[in-house]
Nanobody, 120 residues
Framework: QVHLVESGGGLVQAGGSLRLSCAAS????????MGWYRQAPGKQRELVAV???????TYADSAKGRFTISRDNAKNAVYLQMNNLKPEDTAVYSC??????????????WGQGTQVTVSS
């Protein structure tokens, strides 16, 4: 079993910054991609950013230039540095990892989510 624990959410004023953290524990085997998703009230969950095991990153257009994803393989952790936050960034942010013995047998695992609220 794999367990993800997130931290770092909270309430911040527009223009402020937050850093989200997510650590994986348990039978992770190999962790391939690690990413952050978010879901605002009444909206579908959307990708924010993802980082591969090789360090390649992909960002949603809304996150480019403001958010930075990084990972620490030794700690099985992924981070999301969010700068210049806007009210429209308000959402529940969840981390996701793809992990398993091989890429073909990897599963998706999700954290419980952390609330980010940006006030105007």
């Amino acid at each position: 079993q794999v367990h993800l624990v997130e931290s770092g959410g909270g309430l911040v004023q527009a223009g402020g910054s937050l850093r989200l953290s997510c650590a994986a524990s348990g039978r992770t085997f190999n962790i391939y991609s690690m990413g952050w998703y978010r879901q605002a009230p009444g909206k579908q969950r959307e990708l924010v950013a993802v980082i591969t095991s090789g360090g390649s990153t992909t960002y949603a257009d809304s996150a480019k230039g403001r958010f930075t994803i990084s990972r620490d393989n030794a700690k099985n952790a992924v981070y999301l540095q969010m700068n210049n936050l806007k009210p429209e960034d308000t959402a529940v942010y969840s981390c996701n990892i793809q992990a398993g013995p091989t890429r073909l047998t990897a599963f998706d695992y999700w954290g419980q989510g952390t609330q980010v609220t940006v006030s105007s």
